[in-house]
């Protein structure tokens, strides 16, 4: 007997038919203007958007406990990250490294005394998406017509062989497009679990393992890192629906939660003395080191030495003998 998946409606999946034969792609400038469309369906408002976002994270950082949890959250109408409300709805979850009692032991960890949400699927074996997997994920969004999320963990699973010849690029690129196309043509978030490189860098897009193809094709990237200070990991998030952003999580090893915190990331992903420093000079702009001391108690001197190490690292900003918080814009608030 062969082992079950997807296919439980047509023992013959359908072929899934182009979006363009339902969306229509080309217009006059002046009908264009005047067409009015419809906001971008969110899953996780803000955050994760119709379309494809690839969540990429080093191994071990906790991309599988986020995105249960956030299948979980969409797929129960609560908040994700014990922070974001989200509309409930259908959610396919594709564990394909886990197992169902790996999978059973995980959630009950993350619901505590919750009821599993029956509207959530979980799923360990899947085919290919260029080999049936689509046709798959098309079947389970027909037979759940309100579905807000596909989540694939991971995306190596599901990406199917290149097709000889194709260089890197255009084979990520591909790829993805697997993904998008039904992405698009349900108007549903696909979630797409990846790494990340080894070698560190300054531009978290370039740390998605992969050339340059995957990002490109997607709709949405998401970075989750570990963080210094007091935040146990930072998620940067960019896309074309959402604004680019970073926002400071910590983990909850025992219920195997992560929660959104509060406030600019920088808050908490830098050391108590940055942080408070950081927090005084943002409420009170052009604040000098002497002022910073007296508010908050700190010693004089490590103020003066952390206000001149923060300008260095362009945290703060010198401003007419005080101290201003540059704006970088996107900070997760």
Excluded at 50 to 75: D, Q, R
Excluded at 138 to 167: C, E, H, I, L, Y
Excluded at 285 to 290: F, H, I, Q, V, W
């Amino acid at each position: 007997m062969s082992e079950p998946h997807l296919y439980s409606a047509h023992p013959e999946p359908q072929p899934l038919q182009p979006a363009q034969q339902r969306i229509r792609t080309a217009w006059t400038a002046d009908d264009l203007m005047a067409a009015e469309f419809p906001e971008p369906r969110w899953a996780v408002p803000g955050i994760i958007s119709e379309g494809v976002n690839l969540l990429a994270g080093p191994p071990k950082v906790g991309k599988s406990w986020l995105s249960l949890g956030l299948a979980l959250s969409v797929a129960g109408g609560g908040r994700a990250m014990d922070s974001v409300a989200v509309e409930g709805g259908p959610v396919l979850y594709l564990a394909l490294e886990d197992t169902p009692r790996r999978l059973q032991t995980r959630m009950r960890k993350l619901l505590g005394t919750d009821r599993a949400p029956s509207g959530l699927t979980l799923a360990t074996s899947c085919p290919p998406l260029p080999q049936g997997g689509n046709e798959a994920i098309a079947q389970w969004v027909d037979r759940n017509p309100d579905a807000r999320m596909v989540v694939v963990d991971v995306f190596a699973k599901m990406r199917g062989p290149s097709a000889p010849g194709t260089s890197a690029y255009d084979a990520d690129y591909a790829a993805v497009g697997h993904a998008k196309r039904i992405a698009d043509h349900y108007g549903i978030a696909m979630v797409l679990v990846h790494h990340v490189r080894k070698a560190g860098s300054d531009d978290f897009l370039a740390e998605v393992s992969g050339t340059n193809g995957l990002a490109g094709a997607a709709d949405a990237t998401l970075v989750l890192k570990r963080a210094r200070g007091q935040a146990d990991g930072v998620l940067h998030v960019t896309g074309r629906d959402v604004d680019e952003a970073e926002y400071a999580l910590r983990f909850y090893a025992e219920a195997g939660a992560w929660q959104l915190l509060e406030g600019p990331a920088a808050d908490h992903t830098i050391g108590d003395t940055r942080a408070t420093v950081l927090h005084y000079v943002r409420e009170h702009p052009g604040a000098k080191p002497k002022q910073i001391a007296e508010e908050t108690g700190l010693d004089p001197a490590l103020v003066r030495q952390t206000c001149s190490r923060m300008a260095n690292d362009v945290q703060l900003v010198r401003e007419a003998g005080g101290y201003v918080v540059p704006d970088k814009g996107g900070s997760g608030s």
